[in-house]
């Protein structure tokens, strides 16, 4: 039976503990720069291991063990798999943030579920049950949870543990979003009045006239051309920060420029809904693009302006709007509520 003294540990980069264990079959590795947290998650998957291993009383293949013997293929457990796929695949395709959000997904509906069995054992008569639970109870977390276990179970195919992902067979009703709500005019002009004075101010109106999310709003440098250099705040974590360049808008340019300060966008939201009941607070950003359309400006632009990948190959790869062709066309933008 493993022990903690099988493990090798090693120091990464100068900063992670890494535990790592290697014998008959399995490839596992716990890390954190703390010693005692990563230690802690080796000695859990210690003990599911140990613990399916007597609830089933399956016999781990050994190399002292005749040859002759029977006996049943190296068993892997879902729980210490998925723990590195989370940790070593997933953890480096995403921003820290949103990683911590998905393992908690993780962590209350995937492996508190599967973390027991053998990855050969789950079927999908053993899944639909349970996506037609959580579907009922909580449809957004249930797409998010089909998608997750959908990729683990595609490593493990990958990896030669399983032969065909028994996620292809289990049918999830599909959960409509909702995309946001603009403001009215109405609410518009009563939002505006509303904020005057209040601390997030101008972050509010960054949002409303020049359609950044919210991660956005203290990424934004003011050029002397009238324009506005945005660092984009949507992308993977392997992926290159990259920057867009936009007009200064005439709302922007009347209303916001060269005022505001840094805040701390965490409370944004809670901020704007005492203003805004109704709404959220992304959908300022909503309101930036319907506003656009109303002013009939083509959506190509618009997605341009906003940091959204333009509708199709010929428009993202063919067509490069130049800063003095934005210009013009933002003028349109300019707007009374």
Request: aromatic share 12%; net charge positive; glycine share 4%.
């Amino acid at each position: 039976m493993p022990s903690l003294r099988d493990f090798t540990i090693r120091r990464k980069n100068g900063k992670y503990y890494e535990l790592r264990y290697r014998r008959y079959g399995y490839d596992v590795s716990f890390s954190s720069r703390n010693f005692d947290d990563a230690k802690k998650r080796a000695f859990e998957w210690l003990r599911i291991f140990e613990a399916d291993i007597q609830k089933k009383k399956i016999a781990v293949k050994m190399p002292e063990l005749s040859a002759s013997v029977n006996l049943p293929k190296t068993i892997v457990l879902f729980a210490p798999f998925a723990d590195n796929y989370m940790e070593n695949v997933k953890r480096k395709m995403l921003k820290e943030n949103s990683y911590k959000s998905l393992y908690n997904t993780y962590k209350n509906h995937v492996r508190s579920v599967y973390g027991d069995y053998e990855l050969q054992s789950i079927t999908p008569q053993m899944l639909q049950p349970h996506f037609n639970r959580l579907h009922e109870e909580k449809p957004r977390v249930c797409e998010d949870v089909k998608s997750l276990m959908t990729s683990i179970l595609e490593y493990a195919v990958n990896n030669g543990i399983i032969s065909i992902n028994p996620m292809k067979s289990v049918f999830v009703i599909k959960h409509e979003r909702t995309t946001g709500k603009a403001l009215t005019r109405e609410e518009e002009k009563a939002f505006v009045q509303a904020i005057k004075g209040n601390y997030y101010e101008y972050s509010f109106l960054r949002m409303l006239y020049c359609g950044v999310r919210a991660c956005e709003v203290n990424e934004i440098v003011e050029n002397a051309d009238d324009t506005l250099t945005i660092k984009n705040g949507k992308l993977k974590n392997y992926q290159k920060n990259y920057y867009r360049t936009v007009p200064m808008f005439p709302l922007y340019k009347e209303h916001v420029a060269g005022k505001g300060y840094r805040v701390d966008v965490k409370k944004l939201s809670v901020t704007f809904t005492k203003f805004c009941p109704n709404h959220q607070l992304k959908d300022l950003r909503h309101t930036f693009t319907t506003r656009a359309r109303e002013c009939e400006i083509d959506n190509e632009m618009v997605s341009l302006w906003t940091g959204h990948s333009l509708g199709n190959i010929t428009a993202s790869v063919y067509t490069h709007f130049s800063i003095e062709h934005q210009k013009t066309v933002a003028e349109k933008l300019l707007y009374k509520v």
